[in-house]
């Protein structure tokens, strides 16, 4: 990308948010850099904030009719030498039978384990044990005003999560006196999937890298964010870091404007006119009252407004393309063709580029390395599998497990089935 145009980008990005705090109309807007999941929604702020709601005219009745908490998963950091963690209640969801393989699915930035409320029963009617868990800081979990986000303390999070759930999930499997020795599968085999949307699939691809030697076995991808953020400071050329360094210091910042900018932002009208008017979900067949309730009921939490604020100063964390270098799982992307936010063929880290990093690593390791590689795959894959596979759905938006479940499901489920060693290898369908 041009230092022009990068500097174009900046300078208005920085005139967008304090026209947002200011309520002055402006045209919806489209940027290519976006790279986290419904924050991006700032960017396109309704022209009026006394716009009429079409959703809200459906049904009053259907409101308040989404169940927000589901189990409690009660989390601490590792203590340092010289401070001890807070412990934190986690909100997650599961449904399947105990005994089936799990699968863990990770929200974008601004929703929730609800968002995954058309790939639990396909899943786990397909089989599957299926975990969603809220991220900290989002959905039903707690919202520490104090924390300080970024992907590794999620990464942190979502491995303690799997190896505490594998605990109980072999406890349980362990007491099923009907299981009989010859149905039980290799206590040592990873078998843990991890899927994820947006901010998700990048933390999905950290998780798999840290845990794919011991419990995660596979990665599906719902169009990857870049980061946490659209921008790194090194990524930058110098003039525009005093942008960047504005717009999260300043304009960002929960003691300054950014108070105001989230109470824009979480309007109602603001982010059903994303969903229905600025390409997030290209088939809006789906956005109805039912999501609106799900995206919008958080953001009324206390400590909503200091999470939104800091995850959107926050650094942008590892780049996937660093974590594909590390990986040697398969790993499955699926992406809307038409995402605005991430699209899969432009950008800084576009989706149709990841297959050239996936296993760089490991691809250029010592033979010892390379040894230790192919005895962990061929014991937990099915070697005939494409290590990498990139699926374009055309015509999808930025959030296609919810905007197009069937088609997701229609390529997801034979690879989890390849995956387990049932089906012979499924021709790569992709670009």
């Known amino acids: 990308m041009s230092v022009i145009v990068r500097i174009s980008i900046a300078i208005w990005c920085t005139t967008a948010v304090v026209h947002a705090f200011m309520a002055v109309p402006r045209p919806g807007a489209l940027i290519a850099q976006r790279q986290s999941s419904l924050g991006s929604l700032f960017f396109s702020l309704p022209s009026s904030i006394e716009e009429k709601s079409v959703l809200a005219e459906e049904d009053s009745q259907n409101q308040n009719k989404v169940q927000r908490f589901y189990e409690t998963y ?47 029963p396909l899943l786990t009617q397909a089989g599957y044990r299926v975990y969603a868990i809220d991220l900290l800081g989002f959905g039903a979990s707690d919202k520490p005003k104090e924390e300080e986000y970024c992907i590794e303390l999620w990464l942190d999070l979502l491995c303690d999560f799997i190896e505490d759930m594998e605990r109980e999930r072999k406890t349980m499997s362990k007491n099923k006196s009907t299981a009989s020795s010859s149905e039980s599968t290799n206590d040592n085999d ?50 525009l870091r005093p942008f960047l360094l504005f717009l999260q210091k300043v304009i960002l910042s929960p003691d300054g404007y950014g108070g105001k900018f989230f109470e824009n932002f979480k309007t109602r009208q603001n982010v059903e006119s994303i969903l229905l008017n600025q390409g997030v979900y290209r088939d809006t067949t789906n956005v109805n009252e039912e999501l609106m309730e799900i995206l919008l009921g ?58 050239k990093y996936h296993n760089k690593k490991w691809r250029r390791s010592s033979k010892s390395e390379s040894d230790e590689m192919n005895e962990s795959l ?26 197009v479940p069937d088609a997701i499901h229609e390529v997801m489920l034979p690879w989890l089935r390849n995956l387990d060693g049932d089906n012979p290898k499924e021709e790569e369908r992709g670009e």
């Open 298 to 355: 958080p953001s009324d939490d206390d400590g909503a407004k200091e999470v939104f604020l800091k995850v959107f100063g926050g650094p942008a964390g590892p780049t996937p393309e660093s974590f594909l270098e590390e990986i040697y799982k398969p790993v499955l992307a699926l992406w809307g063709s038409a995402d605005p936010w991430t699209p899969v063929d432009r950008g800084l880290h576009p989706g149709k580029n990841f297959g």
């Open 378 to 403: 061929s014991s937990s894959a099915n070697m005939d599998q494409p290590s990498f596979q990139l699926h374009i759905l055309e015509g999808a938006g930025h959030c296609p497990h919810d905007e």
């Open 74 to 120: 009660q989390w601490s950091q590792s203590p340092s030498s010289t401070s001890t963690s807070p412990t934190y209640n986690i909100n997650y969801r599961v449904e399947g039978n105990p005994t089936d393989p799990p699968l863990l699915l990770i929200h974008g930035f601004g929703a929730n384990v609800n968002q995954f409320r058309f790939n639990f």
């Open 190 to 239: 990873p078998q843990w999937v991890v899927a994820g949307n947006s901010i998700g699939g990048l933390c999905a691809l950290g998780v798999t890298a840290r845990l794919q030697q011991t419990l995660v076995r596979g990665c599906t991808l719902f169009n990857a964010a870049g980061g946490m953020t659209s921008f790194r400071y090194e990524e930058l050329p110098w003039i």
